[in-house]
Every structure is written in structure tokens, then in C-alpha cells.
């Protein structure tokens, strides 16, 4: 397949990772923010075939897995009220909540249906007027653009049976959260690619600078990430700690200028909970005030929805690079795809369940499967 | 900050108490579902063998007997409709068992409302698909249920054949170095049904593969008796037949991901869609575990039949990791297939 079969190319990663070894002095520990970055990298195996020369930490970038349980107990409870509509990306569905998921509203009798776009949401409520849609809009910078798009739309419109709820994260401001930690051992970063799609990557010059660590942005491919991973090692092996682009066939310096002012019109950015992380300022997005008749938790009573999470599970220490998904006690045990009990075991792009999936064979003796 | 950032985990959800889809996507949450609720009650050493199709012997002869019910949404699509599968699908899970279908029994649940042509469209293609085979339809039963309690339209089918003396076919066969043989391309009729289904329409001129595989069968078992076991990958794909077979087998499997054939069509909706080829649901696909000394001779009786013509060695029974199917990556690493707990689910990004 074009595009795609290029990327994938054994030959040419045999290449990368030789000249990755050989420039290695040391082990340098690397972290891929982005659980898109994270899947590819344990799917082929990538890990392994650096062993030694680099050290791969897992980073937060999973929306499905940060989404924070209180806003998963709203979606829970909006879309079990009668007449709704509750649209979402398909793999939220399977997030547990404090006592629910979507999949078992569904089966409760809630009308939960899976889109892959927020304008199918948008095409459901002018389809069903007397009907209260609600698209649930979750994500990084990568998928505010198309959210912000369809309130909008919705507001031109005067669609007034449309509504999101909104729970939008922001990457640069968990990676100031995670190199303000004076136990992170992460040297380098790649920076996700579909994020500064969107955003460019001037935000993390100012990263850079600041921390004096170096960053590659990375694609999603085994030969983007091994590209971005030999440019870090470059970098740190040159004491060099700037902003590189390894996907450029996508990224720009600037983004996507349209996409980042569609969102800025709608939505502005605000203090936000992490799932399994707590509170990080400014670490989001809302509606804007012109947009409150868009917001669902306004439009559905909501808001005052909160749900603690007890301390429990080692996802900190995995995303410091202090553990692996494999050193947690409750590992392909209790804690599995199919009865998740932290944040990173519940989409395919979370670290824990990456490792579930595809690599529990290699897991050291102690780790039960 | 000192000390490291907190990250908490959310409280485990009790076992689930409520039937969700996943419960028949037959992965993970299917195989629950028969393990907790249906065998301990029904208590049958021949169901409990989890076999495609049931086999029992009656004053001599060898009787391969296997049900299958046909929900598809929607009811009519490229390269089949609810009719075909219905009697393909049940004839494919005799012909795993080695036999030669001979009658199928059809009961029709009817949603009042139901457009009269459609279900004569239905019936139409069903008696075309028997003739093929060929196979009768002997017996049946329709109900019709209130407007809004039914989906238009759900078929079960019940299946008997002959399994032909000599041939024994059965999961417990299988030993390590068995070949692992694939009947052609997976992942055509899951991507055909996605491509018309509401919310995700795309324009491809992939159809499903929707197929009787008796014929495909009978060249192979022509070819060798060799083959310990079969099975058609429908829901849960290549990776749930791979993994049943692996479990009962008790051996461990290894597939190279370069042997296993898959078309462009497909491989670009699953790389948009961000699904894997290898967790698509087949209609006329089979995948056999062969004798080493055999499989060169099976592989080309397969690939004389116009069902078997794009057959594929894709990897082998091992006597390592039992139980385990992992595949070999074109970087030479291995990563596991596993079962999925439910359906695939579409990625946000």
C-alpha cells in the first residue's frame, strides 16, 4: 500500500537501528508522548530491537486513557436520559466509569452510538429534531479542530438539539507536569506528530529551551519513530537539545493555521483533570462563553458530577519511566484489557495494554499471564 | 516537585451482569458466556469440545451436526445477503468437520412490518445458495415478533452431513510442526458489511466473500487425509480461529505476517478505519492445520479450487508457548495475537 508499505520497510530499519547503535554512548531514556506513537512501537516490536542503545518510556498521550473518570460518569449519565442521543468515538465506550461504562448503557437501553466525526453527530441531530444529541468530545489537539468545527457549524446553524460534552486535553502542559518531577529520567521526547499537525511545533522550542531536552517530532510509522529516535540520540550525543522534524510530510513549523483558529474561536483553554494524574493548570480546553448553549454539562445539569479516584495502581511510575507496564502486580491478572483497572489498560493505545496485547510473552518471570 | 506525581486508578467494574455486544463478537466475552452460563447446564462431553459442529455416531455412521443464527446488518450487501450466509455459513461449519452437508433446517423471525419482497429476496437467495452446494432444505419455522421488537429480519440455520469414512478431523490432532495453511485473503466480508453500515459508508468495490467451502474441502481431504483440523475465521477473524485451535490443540502457533495474504482495499480501510485485518470476520475463508509430509499436496489442491486459489502457508504449530498464537514480524520480532475481549473498536486517532 503507497504511503504506508514505504514506512514499514524492513530494510531500511535494519539500517536505522544499526546506525542508532552505533552512535549510542549509553542507553538514553526516550519518551513518545503519543499512545499512537506508543502502539506502533510495541506492535513491531521496536523496543526490543533497541535494547541497550535506547530506553523507550511511555508517555501520557492516550486520550482515551486520560479522560478523567468524573467526566466518563457524565457521559454515563447523560446518555442514559431518554430521547438522547449519545454519540462517541468508538473506543470510549469500553472506559469504565466509577460504577458503569457506555457499552452497558447501551445494553440498559441508551441510544450510544459510535461515529467517526463529530459532523455525523451534527447530521444525527438535524436528522432526529425532537431528539437531544450529544457528541462526546475527547481528545488532544488533534481532534479539537473537527470538534470545534461541529459546534461551530451547529451554532450557524442554530442547531439547538445539538450539544458536547467536552473534556479536551493539551500535551505541552503534561510534559512541563512530568519534567517539573525531579525523579523523571526522560532525556528526549518525541513529539507527537498528529498534535503539531495541528499546533506546529513552536510550543516545543519553548520546551526545549526551558528543560534543555531535546525534541524529534515522530509519525506513526516504524520508520518515522526510528528516524525520530535517531535524531534524538543524535542530539544528545552532540549535547544538542532543540526541536527537529522527522515528519515532515505532515508537520510544519506553524500547524494548521485554519484548524488552530477554528478552535480558538470556540473553545479557550483551561484548567483540566487527567485521569490517574489529578489537576494540571491550563492543561485544556472549554467551550467559550458564546458556545455555553453547546456545553452538555450545562445543557444536562451535570456539572456538579465528581467522582474520586482511589490511589491504587503504579500508572505514575510507568509514565516516569520508573516502571514497566510488566512490574505491576495486578499485570495481565486482574488488570486486562477486558476488566481494565487503571487508565493505561483500557484503549489498545495505552501503555499497559499495548504491552498486553502484544508483547505479555516477553514479560519477565513474577508477571502472570 | 518532589516525589513522584500521583496517578490513581479507577475502582474495577464488577463481572458483567448485563449482555453486551461484545458477548457475540466470539472473542473473549463469547467464550465467557458458554464457559459460565451454558455448559455447566448443559453438561455435553461432545458440546463441551467447542467443536464447529458436533459429531456423533449413529448405528455407524459418522453425523455432523451444527446450528448457526444470521443478524447481519445489513440484509443485503455486496457479494451476499442474509439468505446466502445463512445457508453458507451453516454449510461451512459441517464442511470444518470434514463432512458433506446434505440437510439444513431454516427457522425465520420476522419483525412485524417487514416488506414481504424483501423476505421473498431472502428466500430466493437462500434456495439459490442450496442448489449450489448442493444441500436441501427440509424442514423450518417462522414467528413473527411486534414492530420495534426484532430487527427485520433473523435466520437460524440447523445443519446435518455425513463425515465419509477415515476422515477424523479434530483440534486434539494437531501436533507441533503441523503447517498452518490459509485459504486466501482475509478480511473481505467484515470490511464489505462496515463500508455499508450507517455512520461509516465508504466507496470500495470490495466484496464479501461469502462462499460455500464444502467443495474447497472435499479437493483437500481428496489430497490427504493428513489434515487434523479445521476452521472458517468468522467473527474474531483469523485471530479467534488461530487462538481456539491453539487452546484445545495445546500447542502453541507461530504465523509470519508477510504469508498472510490480505487485499489493498482491505488493508487501506483497516489502516483508516484502525481496526487489524487479522480480527475481521471471513464468510468463505477456511484455515487448516496439515501434517508436514502433507501440506505441500493439500496446498495445491487448494490452490486448484477457485476458492483456494490465493492459499497460503502462513506458519506453523509449535511446541513452544502452548496455547499462545504469536506472529512473526517482517522486523524479526514476534508480537502475540491475541483474542479480542469483544468487537474491535474504531480509534479516535
Known sequence: ?369 | MSGPIQFTCPVPLAARDRIVLGHGSGGKLSAELLRDVFLPYFRSPILNRLDDQAVLEINGARLAFTTDSFVVKPLFFRGGDIGSLAVNGTVNDLAMGGATPLYLSAGFILEEGLDIEILRRAAESMGRAADSIPVEIVTGDTKVVEKGKGDGLFINTTGIGLVPEGVRLSPALVRPGDRVLLSGPIGDHGIAILAEREGIEFSTDLASDCAPLNGLVAAMLAASLDIRTMRDPTRGGLSSALNEIAARAGVGVTIEESAIPVREEVRGACEMLGLDPLYVANEGKLVAFVAPDAAEAVLEAMRRHALGRDAALIGTATGTHPGLVLLRTPFGTTRIVDMLPGDQLPRIC
Open chain 1, 1 to 369: 500500500m503507497k504511503y504506508v508499505d514505504e514506512y514499514r520497510d524492513p530494510a531500511p530499519a535494519r539500517r536505522l537501528i544499526e546506525e542508532i547503535r552505533r552512535t549510542a554512548t549509553r542507553p538514553w531514556v526516550l519518551m513518545e508522548i503519543c499512545g499512537g506513537q506508543t502502539h506502533t512501537l510495541v506492535k513491531y516490536g521496536i523496543e526490543e530491537l533497541l535494547d541497550g542503545a535506547v530506553e523507550l518510556v511511555h508517555g501520557p498521550g492516550c486520550p482515551v486513557c486520560v479522560t478523567p473518570l468524573e467526566i466518563v460518569d457524565k457521559a454515563i449519565a447523560i446518555a442514559a436520559i431518554p430521547q438522547t442521543i449519545f454519540v462517541s468515538y468508538g473506543d470510549m465506550l469500553r472506559v469504565p466509569g466509577s460504577h458503569s461504562d457506555l457499552f452497558r448503557v447501551k445494553a440498559g437501553g441508551g441510544d450510544v452510538r459510535i461515529a467517526y466525526s463529530p459532523m455525523d453527530a451534527l447530521r444525527l441531530a438535524r436528522e432526529n429534531p425532537r431528539r437531544r444529541v450529544v457528541f462526546f468530545a475527547v481528545g488532544f489537539e488533534t481532534t479539537a479542530p473537527a470538534n470545534a468545527m461541529a459546534a461551530w457549524q451547529a451554532k450557524r446553524e442554530g442547531l439547538r438539539n445539538f450539544s458536547m460534552l467536552v473534556s479536551h486535553v493539551l500535551v505541552p502542559p503534561a510534559i512541563r507536569l512530568l519534567l517539573d518531577s525531579n525523579l523523571s529520567r526522560v532525556e528526549g521526547f518525541i513529539a507527537p506528530g498528529h498534535v503539531c499537525t495541528v499546533m506546529g511545533y513552536e510550543e516545543y522550542e519553548e520546551l526545549a529551551a526551558r528543560y534543555l531536552v531535546p525534541f524529534v517530532v515522530g509519525g506513526f510509522e516504524p520508520l518515522d519513530l526510528l528516524e525520530a529516535i535517531r535524531m534524538l540520540v543524535r542530539q544528545l550525543e552532540e549535547g544538542r537539545a532543540q526541536v527537529e522534524n522527522a515528519y515532515a510530510r505532515s508537520v510544519t513549523r506553524g500547524g494548521n493555521l485554519a484548524a488552530r483558529q477554528r478552535m480558538m474561536e470556540v473553545f479557550e483553554v483551561a484548567d483540566r483533570n487527567w485521569r490517574g494524574i489529578g489537576p494540571i493548570a491550563q492543561s485544556g480546553f472549554r467551550l467559550r462563553a458564546e458556545y455555553a448553549e453547546f456545553d452538555a454539562e450545562k445543557v444536562f445539569g451535570v456539572e456538579a458530577i465528581s467522582a474520586p479516584e482511589p490511589p491504587e495502581c503504579i500508572s505514575a511510575l510507568v509514565l516516569q519511566g520508573l516502571k514497566k507496564p510488566v512490574d505491576c502486580p495486578v499485570f495481565g491478572t486482574r488488570c486486562t484489557p477486558a476488566t481494565p483497572m487503571g487508565a493505561p489498560m483500557v484503549s489498545s493505545e495505552g501503555a499497559c495494554a499495548a504491552y498486553y496485547q502484544y508483547r505479555r510473552h516477553i514479560a519477565p518471570a513474577g508477571a502472570q499471564v
